[in-house]
């Protein structure tokens, strides 16, 4: 399975090889557009802009504060805390520039897996929106982090505008809880004083760590993979070509950011892509406010948005957000989780445009396969994989398995981390460096590749393997249905039997109903035997359902 010799049935310009690596790092990819886009606008939010130079300005004084008065060197480790605003950018792109590693972190993280995070990866610095200060401080003497940086939300909309924000911010909506962090430095003043400091670059190598991406907080302890300069550039290059599709030729591109940049699909296809590539990138703060979400979209005419289902699911059922004008829009990708078949068909109806599914993960930069944006995707599938990655199917033994077998989808290629930060990375690759995914699935007949589930959520009945991802995908096509979610439950008789979690779309949904639904169509052992209605579902950051909440929950009560 090492060529895939079917790729060039979809004739997307796209190399099945990328060639010598365009950049020595990533801050000369971030230069270079900053130049070439110079006086384009780079990030909108909440009112503000910034240009390309204004970045490529503002993140050098970020960076010479950071190497002058702070005294970091290349290597030390910064965590930047905070939703999107046009802070990261600039934060992100200095700290490149200082010749630091990054280190992502969700700003809803609790106090401790802020500590633990921090600790893990030994931070020198951090910088935080004072939202969610509060929790820094009561972990601030347990990390090693010597400077703290707070930034309030308003910070880069000008003067009087940034001071309106704020205050509404703190004192009208009280999202700022009171916090003591008497060293920590503003944001504002770090740039004030970084303009009167001259940067020395660092010498960089492609294949020094750029960023620290931390994942596995749903299922356990959260490890830091570790993203060199080299995969993330490689990854740029894999998916600025597979992009083509969707970008205009005027050069007048709007893309969507509602994922946070901090979650690594964000940061490198919506962050990293649309930089190099010249987009002007809309910046949502919060898109769970749906209302809120769509009055923001009401101003653009975008052609490009990035998101999960159940961000797409949420749009899709609010009626302003059909009324919006799709005339430029191209389509969306969807990641993170599985794109259900129901939202991918409404999604089309509602935009006449395709929704299309990518797959990765935080250790692949994060991109693996990725359907065609030329038309020729197929729905239900993640894709074909990406130039220069290979994809391949193993069986619990370490054996690759033929076409059509269902079993662990593993990869290598130039975006693949090199392993996790400070962790004994046996049983992370097989021989010959392919990375497991966790994730089961196969290839089908065409060449596209289907995941069935995660190999920790698969479900025993009575000795049959049942995926959640199945079960959810049939019942979110009850018109009734907005949201489900399927787990295992404990079972004398079966060993397991299966438990849903369901938000009504109408109330009138009946247990009765839905049941009966699912004998329509589902074999018997895969009808789920309890049935639960909710009126919301716990999600992560980014709007992925977690299960484990919902088994933690389940046990807590059996307890």
């Known amino acids: 399975m090492k060529n895939f010799p079917w790729i060039s049935k979809y004739p997307l ?25 110079s006086n384009k606008t780079a990030f909108e939010n909440l009112g503000g802009k910034l240009t390309f130079s204004q970045v490529d300005e503002l993140s050098t004084h970020f960076a010479a504060y950071l190497q002058n008065e702070l005294g970091l060197k290349k290597g030390e480790r910064i965590a930047i805390q905070m939703p999107n605003l046009l802070q990261f950018p600039i934060a992100f792109i200095g700290s490149l520039k200082a010749g630091l590693i990054v280190v992502n972190t969700n700003p809803l993280y609790t106090p401790r897996e802020m500590e633990h995070q921090f600790k893990d990866a030994e931070v020198s610095a951090i910088v935080i929106v004072s939202n969610f200060a509060y929790n820094l401080q009561t972990i601030a003497d347990k990390v090693p982090a010597k400077h703290i940086i707070v930034t309030d939300m308003g910070d880069m909309l000008g003067f009087f505008k940034g001071a309106l924000v704020n205050a509404v911010v ?50 356990g302890i959260s490890k830091g993979a570790q993203l060199s300069h080299r995969n993330i550039i490689a990854h740029n290059q894999m998916i600025s070509s597979w992009f083509k599709p969707f970008m205009s030729d005027d050069g007048q591109d709007i893309m969507i950011t509602a994922l946070p940049l901090y979650h690594i699909f964000a940061l490198t296809v919506n962050g990293v892509l649309m930089y190099s590539s010249g ?55 969807g990641g993170g989780m599985a794109v259900q078949d129901v939202v991918a068909k409404k999604w089309k109806e509602v935009t006449k445009t395709v929704l299309a599914e990518g797959y990765g993960l935080s250790e692949t930069s994060p991109v693996l396969c990725c359907n065609p944006l030329n038309g020729t995707e197929k729905s239900g599938t993640i894709g074909i994989p990406m130039p220069s990655t290979e994809v391949a199917i193993y069986d619990d033994l370490g054996t690759q398995l033929p076409q059509g077998e269902i079993g662990e989808i593993c990869a290598r290629g130039p975006q693949v981390m090199r392993g996790y930060w400070q962790k004994d990375n046996e049983g992370v690759f097989y021989d010959g460096g392919w990375f497991k995914t966790g994730d089961i699935g196969y290839m089908d007949p065409d060449g596209f590749f289907k995941i069935v589930d995660r190999k920790k959520d698969m479900i025993k009945v009575s000795g049959f393997n049942v995926f959640p991802n199945e079960i959810e995908n049939v019942l979110a096509g009850h018109p009734k249905v907005l949201e489900v979610a399927a787990i295992g439950v404990a079972d004398q008789k079966s060993g397991e039997v299966i438990k849903v979690f369901i938000v009504k ?55």
């Open 13 to 37: 310009g796209t190399p099945s090889e990328i060639g010598a690596y365009e950049y020595s790092s990533l801050v000369e990819l971030f230069e270079v557009a900053s130049n070439k886009h």
């Open 505 to 559: 779309k109408d109330q009138s949904l009946t247990e009765e109903e839905i049941k009966k639904f699912c004998h329509e169509n589902l074999t018997n052992y895969k009808v789920p035997k309890y049935f639960v209605f909710r009126t919301d579902l716990p999600k992560s950051n980014v709007g992925k359902i977690l299960r484990r909440v919902l088994k933690e929950e389940d046990l807590s009560k059996v307890a």
């Open 279 to 333: 987009v002007r990138n809309v910046l949502i703060t919060n898109p769970r406010d749906i209302p809120g979400f769509v009055k923001e979209l009401s101003k653009y005419k975008f052609t490009i948005i990035t998101g999960v289902n159940t961000l797409f699911n949420g749009l899709l059922h609010n009626q302003d957000f059909q009324k919006l004008d799709f005339s430029k829009l191209k389509g969306g990708v």
């Open 170 to 219: 703190k004192y009208v909506k009280k999202m700022v809880p009171s916090y003591s962090l008497p060293n920590a430095l503003s944001f504002k003043s770090v740039l004030k004083k970084g303009a009167t400091l001259s940067l020395a670059k660092p010498k960089m190598d492609i294949e020094d760590i750029a960023v620290l991406q931390y994942t596995g907080g749903t299922t």
